[in-house]
């Protein structure tokens, strides 16, 4: 069984400075691994995604991931926060070979003026 | 290009009785997949229709049931509601079998709500 686990519920930042989201995954065979946005009473937007090509994966927004397999894991960073960044983010994974999604439990980014 | 759509927007329904969820994939995709997700919440994958047939599911009872028509938009039907299926129902639509792909795109949900 494939799962992930988010660090932290929520993760307050000042408008400008670097955003860190921790991920970590657990998968018996080589991961498919994502971030996903949510803005209030809205549904989910992709950010990025690692498909077993660079480690380092930039999305959408400023956002970026990098997959460490020898920490399995997959944080999402920011250098500079924007008001606009506020929202819940959740990091996902899926075996390559279906195509469920397992989500994590989310966290919620506030960024401070 | 029309983006994944679900109808109603809001739903409110009494313990015990039935509703049905609609989805509609984004276009040239042919695989939709439902997820329940809770307040508070990660969603939590119900289960995925591809050729019209359940390909996959998650750990829902029989109360959950699904169906797919040829132009691949979906339905959700739970049956016996009880105060705990209230939730946002998303949907997500994906191509099946491309290669590296696995990328589902949702949409902007279902809220049900149960009294």
């Known amino acids: 069984a494939q799962s992930v686990t988010q660090l932290g519920s929520h993760v307050s930042v000042s408008e400008g400075a670097l955003v860190l989201l921790r991920c970590n995954y657990s998968?018996?065979?080589?991961?498919?691994l994502f971030w996903y946005v949510q803005y209030p009473n809205q549904g989910l937007q992709l950010l990025l995604k690692?498909?077993?090509?660079?480690?380092l994966v930039k999305g959408i927004n400023g956002f970026e991931a990098e997959f460490k397999k020898s920490e399995t894991s997959f944080h999402l960073t920011k250098p500079s926060a924007h008001m606009s960044d506020a929202a819940e983010y959740f990091c996902a994974v899926s075996d390559p070979g279906y195509q469920k999604v397992t989500f994590g439990t989310g966290t919620k980014l506030q960024v401070i003026p | 290009d029309a983006g994944v759509t679900q109808s109603p927007t809001h739903l409110i329904k009494t313990r015990g009785q039935q509703v049905t969820l609609r989805c509609s994939p984004k276009s040239g995709h042919d695989t939709v997949s439902w997820y329940q997700q809770a307040l508070g919440q990660g969603p939590q994958f119900i289960f995925q229709y591809y050729e019209e047939e359940e390909r996959q599911r998650g750990n829902f009872p029989d109360r959950f049931s699904g169906h797919q028509y040829p132009n691949y938009s979906s339905e959700l039907n739970v049956n016996a509601l009880l105060l705990g299926d209230s939730a946002l129902y998303l949907c997500?639509?994906?191509?099946?079998?491309?290669?590296?792909?696995?990328?589902?795109?949702f949409g902007p949900g279902t809220r049900l709500t149960v009294l």
């Open positions: 997500a639509s994906s191509l099946f079998g491309t290669a590296g792909a696995q990328t589902q795109y």
């Open positions: 690692y498909t077993s090509a660079a480690t």
């Open positions: 998968s018996s065979v080589p991961p498919y």
